[in-house]
C-alpha cells in the first residue's frame, strides 16, 4: 500500500474542488457524532456502551495520550512498505477488522457489507461467532481475499469442532479464540434499556446456520416450555426473533424454534469454566493457525505461547467486559516485554487513527485491530463507509511513516516515541 496516503488526500482533495465533501469525516470524533445521530438508541448503546462506569474505555484513549510520536528527519523514504507477516500469511497494511457482533444493529446486512469492503480494501476481516449472517455467506462475498474467524468457546464440545470445520471449510486463515467473554459483562448502556440483541435473534447467526446447533434445538423445541407472559413488549421481541430466523416468516411464527434458538444460544454460547486445559486441545482439532484473544496479563501471554499459540491479540475487548480494567496499549507494552521480540502480537482496544496504529507498532505490536471506527462507517454509509473509514486510517498511517522517515513496519520502534 505504497503511496495510500498520498492517494487518498488526492481522491478526497479533488472531490472538494467539485464541491463534494466525504460521507465519512477524516476525524474519529465526528464520524462518532454522525454516527451516533443515525444509530438507533439499542443500537448505539450495544455498540459504543463500556463496562460499568466506562473507565476501561477512557483509559484506552488516556494510554495514546501518554505517548508522543518523534519525527525523524531527511530519510529519503520516498516510497514505504506497510505489508506485514501474520500467522497465516502477508497482509497489505498492519490492520485487521476486528469482530463484532450483531453488527446489524448499525445496518442491514451488516456482515455480508463488512467483509465486500475489507475484500475490496484488501483488509483481513475477523468473522465474529456472534454474526448476524452465516460464515460461508461472507466468504463467498470476499472471494480470494483473507478472513480469518472468531470462536467463542461453547458449553457443546461438538458445537465447538463444529464451527471450527466450517471455519476451516469457508477459507479462514487463522482461528482466533475469545477468552474474556466466558461471561457477559456488566453494560449499564444495555441494562438500562433492557436490550440484548441475542434475545431477539439478532448475532446468532453462526449458530442457527449450524447443524449440531439446530439438533440441539430440536431437541429443546420438542420440551414443555412456560407460557411467556403476553405484553407489548413480548409481542414485539417474537416478531424480531421470527425475523431474524432462517427460513419465511409466517412459517417461523408458528413454529417453536425461533424462540427455542434464542433460549438455547443463551445457555451454552460461551462456556464460564473455560480453561488453559480446553485451549490445549486446539493443536489437535485445527489445522489453522490459533490466535488467543483477550490476553493482559504477561503470565498468561507466556503460557499461550507455551501452549503453541500463534499469536495473542493484547485486547480488554473494547473497554465492554471489565470496568476500571488495564488499558489494552499500557497491557501491551509489559506483555512484549515479557515475551520478546519474536512472538506475534496485535493490539485490540482503543485504535482510532493511523497515528494511534503507528504508536501501537512503536510500541511492540505487529498489527492491530480495528472495531469501533469501522462500524460508525457502516452506520453512515454502509459498504462504502467501512471502505472509507479502512482508507482513511491506512492513509494516515503512510502519511505518518512518511513525515517519521520510517520505510517499513519494521522501521517503526519505540525510538521514535517518547512520554508524552
Same mark, same amino acid.
Given at each position: ?56 474505555? $477512557? ?21 514505504r512498505d506497510l505489508s506485514v507477516d501474520l500467522p497465516g500469511g502477508r497482509h497489505a497494511a498492519p490492520v485487521l477488522l476486528a469482530p463484532v457482533g450483531a453488527g446489524a444493529l448499525m445496518g442491514a446486512g451488516s456482515d455480508v457489507r463488512i467483509a ?10 475477523? #468473522? ?18 483473507? $478472513? ?49 440483541? #441475542? ?10 446456520? !449450524?447443524?449440531? #446447533? ?21 409481542v414485539r421481541t417474537l416478531l424480531a426473533m421470527t425475523r431474524n430466523h432462517p427460513g419465511r416468516f409466517w412459517g417461523n411464527l408458528r413454529s417453536p424454534l425461533p424462540r427455542a434458538s434464542v433460549e438455547t444460544f443463551l445457555d451454552i454460547y460461551s ?33 499461550? #505461547?507455551?501452549?503453541?499459540? /500463534? ?11 471489565? !470496568? ?11 506483555? $512484549? ?18 497515528? /494511534? ?30 471502505? !472509507?473509514?479502512? $482508507? ?5 498511517? !503512510? ?22
Amino acid at each position: 500500500m505504497s503511496g495510500a496516503g498520498l492517494a487518498r488526500l488526492s481522491t478526497i482533495y479533488r472531490q472538494g474542488a467539485l464541491g463534494r465533501r466525504p460521507v465519512v469525516p477524516a476525524d474519529f470524533a465526528e464520524l462518532e457524532r454522525r454516527a451516533r445521530r443515525v444509530s438507533s438508541a439499542r443500537a448505539w448503546a450495544y455498540v459504543a456502551g463500556g463496562a460499568g462506569e466506562g473507565r476501561t474505555m $477512557r483509559r484506552n484513549r488516556e494510554a495514546f495520550d501518554r505517548w508522543a510520536i518523534v519525527p525523524r528527519m531527511a530519510s529519503g523514504a520516498a516510497d514505504r512498505d506497510l505489508s506485514v507477516d501474520l500467522p497465516g500469511g502477508r497482509h497489505a497494511a498492519p490492520v485487521l477488522l476486528a469482530p463484532v457482533g450483531a453488527g446489524a444493529l448499525m445496518g442491514a446486512g451488516s456482515d455480508v457489507r463488512i467483509a465486500r469492503a475489507a475484500a475490496a480494501t484488501g483488509t483481513a476481516y475477523i #468473522f465474529s461467532n456472534q454474526g448476524c449472517t452465516p460464515m460461508e455467506e461472507c466468504a463467498a462475498a470476499m472471494g480470494d481475499a483473507s $478472513r480469518w474467524f472468531q470462536l467463542y468457546w461453547s458449553k457443546d464440545e461438538r458445537l465447538v469442532e463444529g464451527l471450527i470445520a466450517r471455519a476451516e471449510a469457508a477459507g479462514a486463515g487463522a482461528l482466533v479464540v475469545t477468552l474474556d467473554t466466558t461471561v457477559l459483562g456488566w453494560r449499564p448502556r444495555d441494562l438500562n434499556l433492557g436490550s440484548l440483541p #441475542f434475545s431477539r435473534g439478532q448475532g446468532i447467526a453462526q449458530y442457527t446456520s !449450524d447443524p449440531r #446447533f439446530r439438533e440441539i434445538v430440536a431437541g429443546r423445541a420438542g420440551r414443555p416450555a412456560p407460557k411467556p407472559e403476553v405484553t407489548l413488549g413480548a409481542v414485539r421481541t417474537l416478531l424480531a426473533m421470527t425475523r431474524n430466523h432462517p427460513g419465511r416468516f409466517w412459517g417461523n411464527l408458528r413454529s417453536p424454534l425461533p424462540r427455542a434458538s434464542v433460549e438455547t444460544f443463551l445457555d451454552i454460547y460461551s462456556n464460564p469454566g473455560l480453561s488453559w486445559e480446553h485451549l490445549a486441545t486446539l493443536r489437535d482439532r485445527t489445522r489453522l493457525p490459533v490466535v488467543l484473544k483477550g490476553i493482559l496479563h504477561p503470565d498468561d501471554a507466556r503460557r499461550a #505461547f507455551d501452549l503453541g499459540a /500463534d499469536a495473542v491479540v493484547v485486547s480488554n475487548h473494547g473497554g465492554r467486559q471489565v !470496568d476500571n480494567a488495564i488499558a489494552s496499549l499500557d497491557a501491551l507494552v509489559t506483555v $512484549r516485554e515479557a515475551v520478546g521480540p519474536a512472538p506475534t502480537l496485535l493490539l485490540d482496544s482503543g485504535i482510532r487513527s493511523g497515528a /494511534d496504529v503507528f504508536t501501537a507498532l512503536a510500541l511492540g505490536a505487529n498489527a492491530v485491530l480495528l472495531g469501533r471506527p469501522y462500524m460508525y462507517g457502516l452506520a453512515l454509509a454502509g459498504q462504502r463507509g467501512v471502505e !472509507d473509514v479502512i $482508507r482513511n486510517v491506512v492513509a494516515e498511517l !503512510d502519511l505518518t511513516m512518511a513525515l517519521t522517515g520510517t520505510p517499513n513496519i519494521a522501521a517503526i520502534t519505540r525510538s521514535l516515541l517518547v512520554a508524552a
